[in-house]
């Protein structure tokens, strides 16, 4: 049987045996989990609810046995529809103690006293939980050692199942389809507000779940970032327009963009676009076992820049699945070695002028031998739109 997200309990099973191996090994009694990748990735808990900042959550994960959910009475009947059969709740929002004495009950009964309980606490990571609720809890079991989960569920969650891989692959094929449908419904003097719109539409005719990230420019000779929401200016012939979606299908994203010419493509806008899909293909290539994040930088790097490095982005990628960014980065510092099962973003930029820049997103899954395409790889030549 499975679960709100369509996964087979042996999949958690597996996610299950991995955490508590690696916790053994680093002396951990029990993992506390808040946020919702990390409760998601050990349960299924699959909902929309999370937008939601008002309620806490947490899932323990002991280092012998099933993870106890300790959670909202509103998530009971969702979570009973989960793998997960030890579920405790209490009536959330509680001014006077939301959550903090069963979990403190729970974290008692399944830790001994002196024993360690990590939390994730490295880079992306973050504690879904009032600062002074995180307070309360130690206060109430100074017998427990609180610590890091000394990056257990960095290494866990970066290397991808068969099953992940193919939710995520599912998700870039919505996000092709949406992109190849563009020029049907995006031409010169639609705002670009209007575009975003007519974007979103199309990846939900194409079987997104829901669009939870978009962001694009529009503007001559390239633009000036990749991160903006749209204004109400409409498309110019000479404009480059980017789209770059994070749209979810059965609980994974997808992350790449795809670049337009509105009219003919200035001379300098088609040879950035061609000299991104260079560096692209080139971080691709590079993209193999036993190689390091740092080594995909420097590939994609050698065609933007002849490896002097720059851009003010700050990575030429990242890793993908349950959330939109996860590590590792692809920046010359980190050293990851990628494995079997990794996905990433290969994501090169190009200056083309003060204030002017172009960036283009793949994504890809590294194999045994080297690496896949998940997203529909674009060609060197930019999509022109009337």
């Known amino acids: 049987m499975s679960g709100p997200d369509g996964l087979p309990p042996a999949e958690f099973h597996a996610r299950r045996d991995r955490a508590q191996a690696a916790m053994r090994q680093e002396g951990l009694a029990a993992m506390l989990l808040t946020t919702e990748a990390d409760l998601r990735y050990f349960t299924g808990f699959l909902t929309r609810f999370w937008e939601s900042p008002t309620r806490p959550w947490f899932l323990v994960l002991p280092a012998a046995g099933d993870p106890v959910a300790v959670i909202p009475s509103i998530g009971a009947h969702l979570m009973g529809r989960t793998w997960i059969s030890d579920i405790r709740t209490w009536r959330s929002p509680n001014y006077t103690d939301d959550g903090i004495g069963l979990l403190a009950a729970t974290l008692a009964e399944l830790v001994p006293a002196g024993e360690r309980i990590g939390t994730p606490s490295g880079q992306e990571t973050q504690l879904r939980m009032p600062l002074d609720s995180w307070a309360a809890l130690q206060a109430r079991l100074p017998r427990h050692r609180f610590t890091g989960d000394a990056g257990i569920l960095r290494r866990l969650r970066m290397v991808k199942s068969p099953a992940e891989v193919e939710r995520i692959r599912a998700a870039c094929a919505v996000a092709g389809r949406a992109f190849a449908r563009v020029p049907e419904v995006v031409h010169r003097g639609l705002p670009l507000s209007e575009v975003f719109r007519r974007f979103q539409v199309l990846c939900l005719e194409e079987g997104a779940d829901f669009v939870p990230y978009l962001a694009g420019a529009a503007a001559p000779g390239g633009y000036g970032d990749v991160i903006s929401p749209a204004d109400d200016r409409p498309l110019a012939a000479g404009d480059a327009l980017m789209l770059d979606t994070g749209l979810i299908r059965q609980g994974y994203f997808c992350d790449f963009d795809r670049n337009f010419s509105v009219g003919p493509a200035a001379?300098?806008?088609?040879?950035?676009?061609?000299?991104?899909?260079?560096?692209?293909?080139?971080?691709?290539?590079?993209?193999?076992?036993?190689?390091?994040?740092?080594?995909?930088?420097?590939?994609?790097?050698?065609?933007?820049?002849?490896?002097?490095?720059?851009?003010?982005?700050?990575?030429?990628?990242h890793g993908l699945g349950l959330q939109l960014t996860e590590p590792p980065s692809l920046i010359p510092a980190d050293d990851t070695v990628l494995e079997p099962g990794m996905v990433l973003t290969l994501e090169p930029g190009i200056d083309l002028a003060p204030g002017r820049i172009m960036v283009h997103e793949e994504n890809i899954v590294v194999g045994t031998q080297g690496a896949a395409w998940l997203s529909p790889p674009a060609s060197p030549g930019i999509v022109e739109l009337p």
Do not use: K
Not at 287 to 307: I, K
Not at 312 to 317: E, F, K, P, T, V
């Open 267 to 317: 001379p300098e806008v088609r040879d950035a676009h061609a000299r991104l899909i260079e560096a692209t293909r080139a971080g691709f290539d590079a993209a193999r076992p036993g190689a390091t994040a740092a080594d995909l930088y420097r590939a994609m790097d050698r065609v933007l820049t002849g490896g002097a490095g720059g851009g003010d982005a700050g990575r030429l990628g």
